[in-house]
């Protein structure tokens, strides 16, 4: 997926190796970095030490590497503030494509860090973000959180953003994810670290991880999961992008289309019959 994908800059900060990892970060928090990152960080790299050896400054927006997307279309402006669960398979670009096929257009922008909970999101800076922008909704992310201490953490990070995004004249959302695949007896317990945390500062639960619970419930087979366990398939995406976009919207994510196209010019397709069970499982976390 990351390969051909076609990020502008700025759209996702950097990812980077966080200092510490606990599990309402990531599973291992391990630098997850897509091969297009990896690629242009390189190209970047060589850009600013050609332009600095020439007495040259670097510009981050011309520099090589740097690739445009189209302008930001009209609608709710909503900033996703995650880890490598929301920056994979495009998922805030997917939720984007999908409201503008609902009719309830949304422009989206994401600050994710590999392995980030919100707390280190805190740490670097993230809050002040939001402080400077009009954003209608901010979705905060963080791992599974399904361990007493990271629901804790969960919690009071969330409330500490909560009062920026409210102060900014926003509106609080929580993206519940899943734990690993050799753990789904904590899908309950994950399920209860987002809900409460959602409850805390009256903001929108957006039920991912339900609605993948929901979608196997009718067929186990449907492959979530990507190849390491933890981060979802195209499919896992998609469903998650069906949850939010209900949750943020108010609307029934049944009828959507199956393929849609990014603000960044890639396609995402899932079968119908896929789509169908997807789209059905969302309507039903989100009751």
């Known amino acids: ?10 759209f996702y900060r950097r990812e980077l190796p966080l200092a510490h990892s606990f599990e ?8 997850v970095l ?16 050609a332009t600095t050896s020439c007495g040259g400054e670097s510009n981050p927006e011309s520099a090589p590497g740097s690739l445009t997307l189209a302008p930001l279309p009209a609608g709710d402006r909503v900033l996703f503030v995650g880890n490598s669960l929301t920056e994979g398979n495009d998922l805030p670009l997917i939720v984007e494509a999908l409201a503008r096929a609902g009719g309830r257009p949304f422009a989206v922008e994401a600050v994710t860090y590999a392995g980030a909970a919100l707390e280190d999101h805190w740490s670097r ?3 002040d973000r939001i402080a400077a922008s009009g954003f209608r909704f901010v979705v905060l992310q963080q791992g599974p959180s399904a361990l007493a201490e990271s629901r804790a953490n969960l919690r009071e990070w969330t409330r500490r953003f909560d009062a920026v995004i409210r102060k900014a004249g926003g509106r609080t959302a929580l993206y519940m994810v899943w734990p690993e695949s050799y753990r789904p007896q904590a899908f309950p317990e994950v399920s209860t670290s987002y809900r409460l945390a959602a409850e805390d500062v009256l903001g929108i639960l957006l039920p991912a991880g339900d609605a ?9 087979g449907l492959r979530l999961y990507g190849p ?3 981060h979802p398939s195209l499919l896992g995406s998609y469903l998650a992008a069906l949850a939010i976009y209900g949750g943020l919207s108010g609307a029934s994510p049944v009828g959507l289309p199956a393929r849609v196209q990014l603000r960044n010019g890639r396609w995402v397709e899932v079968s119908a019959r896929e789509a169908a069970l997807a789209q059905a499982a969302a309507a039903e976390a989100l009751r």
Do not use: C, Y
Request: glycine letters at 14%; aromatic letters at 10%.
């Open 34 to 49: 897509s091969n297009f990152l990896k690629l242009t960080h390189v190209v970047a790299l060589i850009a600013s030490m």
């Open 125 to 127: 800076g993230t809050q």
């Open 24 to 31: 309402s970060g990531e599973h291992d928090a391990g630098p």
């Open 212 to 220: 993948w619970v929901a979608a196997w419930r009718e067929d186990r």
């Open 1 to 10: 997926m990351f390969g051909g994908s076609r990020r502008p800059p700025g």
């Open 228 to 230: 390491d366990g933890f």
